[in-house]
């Protein structure tokens, strides 16, 4: 997982709301409240943070609340997060004391592939 907090990155903080689908080139850190889909390099979903929409990305860490599918290389669910929906993943690690409500799909990527925003393909 990247170290969102130590380096420059796009930020919703805890007093915006946004209502609509996200795409940033860059790493993203929410701690308000988005309604929509999310499309990033790396995202981190603070402990105020609370997300309903399907998440593509490489690295995902949770501390707050996500409602949706999630389509990542990795994904950490920290102690007292809430996470509800299916996740295709490569590489998965949960916390005790992390809600998680759904199914896990390991994934894998193609040796050819260009790495762009978590995309990876099922394993057989």
Same mark, same amino acid.
């Given at each position: 997982?990247?170290?969102?907090?130590?380096?420059?990155?796009?930020?919703?903080?805890?007093?915006?709301? +946004?209502? !609509?689908? /996200?795409? =940033?080139? @860059?790493? &993203?850190?929410?701690?308000?409240? +988005?309604? !929509?889909? /999310?499309? =990033?390099? @790396?995202? &981190?979903?603070?402990?105020?943070?609370?997300?309903?929409g399907d998440i593509t990305t490489d690295d995902l860490?949770?501390?707050?609340?996500?409602?949706?599918?999630?389509?990542?290389?990795?994904?950490?669910?920290?102690?007292?997060?809430?996470?509800?929906?299916?996740?295709?993943?490569?590489?998965?690690?949960?916390?005790?004391?992390?809600?998680?409500?759904?199914?896990?799909?390991?994934?894998?990527?193609?040796p050819n592939d260009q790495h762009?925003?978590?995309?990876?393909?099922?394993?057989?």
């Amino acid at each position: 997982m990247r170290d969102l907090e130590n380096k420059n990155c796009s930020v919703i903080g805890e007093d915006l709301i +946004v209502q !609509g689908n /996200i795409i =940033c080139s @860059s790493d &993203l850190m929410i701690e308000g409240q +988005v309604e !929509g889909d /999310i499309s =990033c390099i @790396s995202l &981190l979903v603070g402990k105020n943070g609370n997300v309903t929409g399907d998440i593509t990305t490489d690295d995902l860490l949770v501390e707050g609340f996500v409602h949706g599918s999630i389509q990542s290389d990795n994904v950490e669910l920290k102690d007292g997060c809430t996470l509800e929906g299916d996740i295709s993943v490569q590489t998965f690690a949960m916390d005790h004391g992390a809600i998680f409500t759904g199914s896990v799909l390991p994934v894998k990527k193609k040796p050819n592939d260009q790495h762009l925003n978590g995309a990876v393909e099922a394993a057989e």
